[in-house]
């Protein structure tokens, strides 16, 4: 039966601090190395060991898986990065403390930036202090200069479609280690929730979610695997 395991990395030095972070590059805290190598030896203790793995270009979501197939025995599978699995573009917030921008600007209006489905944050000005225009992995990227949720599942669901979704169907266990926004695209689609209800879902940092898929490919329900 093909499976997917879905893995949001583990904390980040920015989740610590309450930042808004999207495609900025920050590392696992102490914590967050704990929370994916936990992953890892859970994915071991229930036997669902990955044959292939995916992730993001960005370090938090690297790091997290490394540590969690080292803890598996799987840190040698095929491993495929892809800037399309980052997280959300958040622009122009990028870098501010979630409290204070609230505070700014209102509660309101921070909750319809952070959780609407089709409403992006304020682009990100060039030549700031976060401008990836110079990052190497980015070269020759249009870099977005903001996102919404339903960018960032533009830009998720045709990776899944063409290149992730074909390895489940070949009979690879496919792990994607990811972030809070690509990962809910995914979840979106797979468990069809609709544009309303998945601005509400929270994916948890370091829990690894199992979907199994039946001879048509189809997903089956989903499911945390610590509660298998």
């Known amino acids: 039966m093909p499976t997917l395991i879905l893995v949001r990395h583990g904390q980040s030095q920015w989740n610590l601090e309450n930042r808004f972070t999207g495609w900025w590059d920050v590392d696992l805290t102490e914590h967050g190395v704990a929370e994916a190598i936990a992953a890892g030896r859970l994915l071991a203790e229930r036997g669902i060991l990955p044959t292939t793995a995916f992730t993001s270009v960005q370090l938090r979501a690297i790091r997290t898986l490394h540590l969690a197939l080292e803890a598996c025995g799987r840190l040698w599978i095929p491993e495929v990065k892809d800037w399309r699995l980052n997280e959300r573009h958040y622009g122009g917030l990028t870098g501010l403390n979630k409290a204070e921008t609230a505070a700014k600007h209102g509660e309101e ?3 319809v ?3 609407s489905f089709d409403v992006p944050p304020p682009p990100m000005e060039d030549g700031g202090p976060f401008d990836l225009a110079s990052d190497a992995r980015y070269a020759g990227l249009d870099v977005p200069v903001t996102e919404s949720l339903k960018l960032t599942i533009e ?3 045709p990776y ?4 992730i979704l074909p390895q489940l169907a070949a009979g690879e266990t496919v792990i994607i ?6 990962l809910r695209a995914l979840v979106k689609h ?5 544009d309303d209800d998945i601005t509400g879902l929270e994916i948890p940092t370091g829990q690894p979610i199992i979907y199994q898929f039946d001879d048509a490919m189809q997903p089956g329900e989903r499911r945390y695997l610590k509660d298998i």
């Not at 899944?160 to 290149?163: G, L, Q």
């Not at 280690?177 to 690509?182: R, T």
Request: aromatic share 8%; hydrophobic share 35%; charged share 15%.
């Open 113 to 115: 930036w952070r959780r």
């Open 177 to 182: 280690s990811a972030h809070g926004n690509s």
């Open 155 to 157: 830009r998720v669901l």
């Open 160 to 163: 899944w479609e063409s290149t």
């Open 190 to 194: 797979l468990s069809g929730i609709s």
């Open 109 to 111: 209006q921070v909750h």
